[in-house]
């Protein structure tokens, strides 16, 4: 079972000023969840009881994980993952972690004319008193809409501009992926998204880098699922639906082979059952 913040014994191993921080984030989790299964809830019409196999809990020498999955006609699958890191994970070369935070949510609507959202977090802190704070905010289209991904593009836009901030060097790693992606196999992300797995937005600043990356991923989050309240009644193709097809293939395949978490430190039956698509069609 994950920790809460009231039960977390690897707390007491941080900084004041990084307790803080891991505490506040755990509350943003605590309420990301509530918001957005009730979102996904009220486009399909109302709570569904959760299936068989719907919620997983899992543990491996380095990290704890939970998965919680609902469905429906709308949103046809919306999964979550928390994962608890109790020690650096085999081949990462980030430091000797003491604390650690990842969050993902993977929605795939029913409507091939709004495509996959992929929306993480990760908080980390090492020995030595350093941290890191990241995510990865994307949608993976089958059928583009331009004005959507504008939309999207103008919330990430409107959202650094605040923070006298430049968002290119995060949309050029949401396009080309980290050094340890295979690009034949990677997923294919639109360029209105960003990924935080790079340099820190306020370098020495773990707490300031957080709730950035928070409060836009709440931002995008939002405004992604608003798509899908507006797509969702609109007419699409035999076309529109192939391109959905392909779409998940390629996820499937980036989680399988490209995806350095997935392909080799996450169990299959973990992120298979947060992110993978109700249906994958070969």
């Not at 994980?65 to 980030?94: D, F, N, S």
């Not at 998940?248 to 947060?274: C, N, T």
Request: glycine letters at 10%.
């Amino acid at each position: 079972m994950i920790a809460t913040a009231d039960t977390d014994t690897r707390l007491a191993r941080l900084t004041p000023g990084h307790q803080a921080v891991a505490r506040h984030m755990v509350g943003f989790l605590e309420r990301a969840d509530r918001k957005y299964f009730a979102r996904a809830e009220a486009l399909n019409g109302g709570p569904v009881p959760p299936g068989a196999g719907d919620t997983l809990t899992s543990e491996t020498d380095d990290s704890v994980y939970a998965v919680r999955v609902t469905r429906g006609p709308v949103v046809e699958k919306l999964g979550r993952m928390v994962a608890e890191g109790k020690k650096t994970q085999p081949g990462r070369r980030e430091g000797v972690l003491v604390w650690g935070r990842f969050y993902s949510i993977d929605v795939h609507p029913q409507t091939p004319l709004v495509g996959m959202l992929h929306a993480t977090l990760v908080l980390q802190f090492y020995e030595g008193g350093t941290g890191f704070a990241g995510g990865w905010l994307g949608v993976m289209n089958g059928s583009r809409v331009e004005e959507d991904m504008q939309a999207l593009t103008t919330v990430v836009d409107t959202h650094f501009a605040g923070h006298d901030k430049s968002p290119g060097v995060y949309r050029s790693l949401i396009v080309k992926g980290t050094d340890d992606t295979i690009t034949a196999f990677r997923r294919r992300p639109d360029p209105s998204g960003v990924s935080f797995y790079g340099p820190p937005v306020f370098p020495g600043d773990v707490a300031r880098s957080c709730e950035f990356i928070e409060s836009l991923f709440e931002k995008f989050t939002d405004a992604y699922l608003d798509l899908i309240a507006r797509r969702s009644g609109a007419a699409f193709t035999a076309e529109d639906v192939a391109r959905q097809d392909a779409m998940r293939r390629r996820w499937l395949v980036d989680q399988l082979f490209s995806d350095p978490f997935a392909s080799k430190l996450v169990p299959f039956e973990v992120w298979s059952l947060a992110n993978v698509p109700p249906t994958v069609r070969f």
